[in-house]
């Protein structure tokens, strides 16, 4: 094959739940079928400066709510080249409150929260061979997660952010997005995200083989309203990084998290950087692909 010659897959749609097409970044995804052309020739999907970040990506939409009602888009891309055999390892990233998840696809030095190191997140797994897929929470980003709301918190199944985590599981596993590898998944997310990435541990028992969560901590938490219960024996691995000056979700609660992780054996890693408050940090890019190909 030359160097100039297009790789292309297709990969038929089957779930209704899958209700739009389009073309964004190379990626083709029409009707029934999900299509990418990847120049192989590519050494990147990002585009990456000392001050900005842009990742092609591309949508669909996923239905949820009440009789299916409700939309959720789903923003991904995969790596450059061949999918392994099995698919590409995947990592399920979910945004703050009130900050669209397309943001992980672009960010600035100017940008809040972090946002240059959140789309260096993003370059730096698909760099890595992660497939990304970043859901947006209710209205189109707008909003935040379920995991710590009211009654949700405790009555998790009956959220709306449940249906849609039953529905992407199941376009993962269908391959409705293309070589994805149902039995290598990881989540990441910061803040609401970031609570949002313990409830895979607590909700969705074997399925993600790693965690990162960047300025939160357990599921049910909520800023300093944080008590951690007993975990599942079976949690994964996670990796957890936070601001020492984060008065929105103090470092305490994360930590707290960290040593009950600690105590039933459960491999952790905690990263707090100095005189940051909350934010992704600078080692977050580098940490979360060490922290995830170990495993």
Known sequence: MSAGTPLAWGFAMPRASILIAVLVGGCAFEGSSLDFTIDPAAATRCEESATHVRCDHATVTIATGAFGWAAREVHLMHPVGEPPASGWPTVVLFQGSFYSAEGFFEGDVDGDFGELNQARVVARLLD??????????????????DTNVVPYDFAWDASEDHQLMVELFAAIDGGTLGPLDPTQLYAAGISSGGYMTSRMAVSYAGRFRALAIESASYATCSGALCVIPELPTDHPPTLFLHGADDVVVPVWTATDYANALDAQDTPTRVVIAEGVGHEWLDAAPDALVDWFTAR
Do not use: K, L, N
């Open 128 to 145: 890595a061979g992660f497939a990304v897929i970043a859901p947006e929470a209710r209205y189109d980003g707008a909003t935040y997660w």
